[in-house]
């Protein structure tokens, strides 16, 4: 498969870039599922516990999450350099589909740590092993546009999330059944390993010099590369899981809070000072009253979810072309800009779920998801054929170490500092974009250059 040869595109490159592009997008539904099951997923674990202790658990699940996709993204990027980007990208996807099925089974807060723990060990995987594929297989001339839809892939799985969602809306005895069709893309890896070729170029690649990914790039030439990888893929990432992606658990408190307001407001008697007793005819009206509410405040975080999918759609495909327009440094620079101008704005004025929430949370998820544009344009750039894998992956998938501490953080105000206030929190995590804006300054310039051999 010659990636620069000829300009007419073979069946292969486009086998390649689907199972590439489905795996990614599998992966961005199983990110995503979390967010939106997560408060009535944790409200039932824990017997109905306060925002601050579900706050606190989805902090320490999601770094979790980030932890396992960190440690995925290394040694997933490490097998796909040593046995082949078909290969390692099947296992990666097992791992990640039917683990996440076993959640089903969980019984308390711990038992989705540990699966989300072990799934993420394959989400991780998959992106650097559909980038590094993807962008062997292709011609230079296409990097930009293939970037823009590797990026918007896993978003497309955010947007299916959003729409199962609304379907089945997720409340906290119906939350379960979204781990069970989390494992469907199992059934992917059957195709991946019939009718998916190996990237030639890798090929060639281990014939002509034996590779040794881990320790190749932490040599003089590429350690530097590494780092900076690992920063720009950290503040991304932090400004993602430390703040964005609780907007989902956001929309569901605040309409649920919303909800069971009202109904202390017109129904007083159901509510009794405690130690008074309550008629079973009253209690069964109020189950049924506060089931609505709890479908209603669903449906706020199944049309959240959606309409961040929607908007980071845009955002990855936009991030590319500005870098091959702009410059990769320009681009990742007003990035960052315009995701500290748009967070700043949501978490400080937003008070209710309204439809001006949604047009600023649609804008915030442009901004901060277009850097998973950026990255697939950017990366492979950085470091040659035979430690792509390793290296990429490593960069962007160490970064989820430190937005695991950004999650923990994130979890540590809401319950510690903000009593339960989720947008007071993420107002502080989000000012990590200014660091990138003054990091992206120490890294080469890529843009016209040819993908590294």
Not at 45 to 62: F, H, K, N, R, Y
Not at 110 to 134: C, D, E, P
Not at 150 to 168: K, P, S, Y
Not at 312 to 325: C, E, N
Request: charged content about 15%; aromatic content about 12%.
């Amino acid at each position: 498969m010659n990636t620069s040869a000829t300009s007419r595109l073979t069946r292969a490159q486009w086998l390649v870039l689907a199972a590439a592009f489905l795996g990614w997008l599998f992966d961005g539904y199983e990110i995503g599922l979390f967010p939106v099951i997560a408060r009535p997923a944790l409200k039932d674990l824990l017997s109905g516990a306060a925002d601050a202790q579900v706050g606190q658990w989805m902090g320490i699940i999601t770094a979790c999450f980030l932890l396992g996709a960190a440690c995925g993204g290394v040694v997933f990027g490490w097998l796909g350099d040593r046995i082949g980007r078909v290969k390692a990208m099947a296992f990666s996807i097992l791992t990640y589909s039917l683990v996440t099925g076993f959640g089903y089974l969980a019984e308390n807060p711990t038992h989705l740590a540990i699966v989300r723990f072990i799934s993420a060990l394959g989400m991780g995987g998959q992106w650097s092993l559909g980038v590094a594929l993807v962008m062997e297989c292709w011609p230079e001339k296409w990097r930009p546009l293939l970037a823009g839809a590797m990026g918007a892939a896993a978003n497309v799985g955010f947007l299916l999330v959003g729409l199962t969602a609304r379907l089945h809306q997720v409340t906290p005895e119906s939350w379960r059944w979204m781990m069970l069709v989390a494992a469907l893309p199992a059934f992917l890896v059957v195709f991946i390993m019939i009718a998916v070729p190996e990237s030639e170029r890798w090929k060639q690649s281990v014939k002509t010099a034996k590779s040794h990914p881990l320790h190749e790039i932490f040599a003089r030439g590429l350690r530097s590369r590494v780092f900076l990888a690992i920063a720009f893929a950290s503040v991304a990432l932090i400004g993602t899981w430390g703040s964005v992606q609780w907007l989902p658990v956001w929309s569901n408190q605040m309409v649920a809070e919303q909800g069971f307001q009202e109904l202390r407001a017109a129904h007083p008697e159901w509510y009794p000072s405690e130690g008074t007793a309550t008629d079973a005819s009253v209690t069964a009206a109020k189950t049924a009253a506060e089931t609505v509410v709890q479908k209603r405040a669903g449906k706020a975080s199944a049309d959240m979810q959606m309409i961040q999918g929607l908007g980071a759609i845009v955002g990855t495909l936009l991030a590319p072309l500005i870098g091959a327009r702009l410059g990769r440094r320009v681009a990742y620079f007003l990035l960052c800009l315009a995701s500290l101008l748009i967070c700043g704005v949501t978490f400080r004025i937003t008070t209710a779920f309204t439809d001006g929430f949604l047009a600023l949370a649609f804008l915030m998820s442009l901004a901060t998801a277009s850097f998973y544009g950026w990255f697939p344009l950017y990366f492979p750039e950085l470091f040659p054929t035979r430690v792509r894998a390793t290296g990429q992956g490593l960069g962007y998938n160490f970064g989820r170490v430190f937005a695991a501490v950004g999650a923990l953080t994130q979890g540590s105000l809401v319950r510690f500092v903000f009593d339960g206030r989720y947008d007071k929190a993420g107002a502080i995590v989000t000012l990590i974009y200014l660091l990138g804006m003054v990091l992206i300054w120490l890294a080469p310039e890529t843009k016209g250059k040819p993908l590294p051999d």
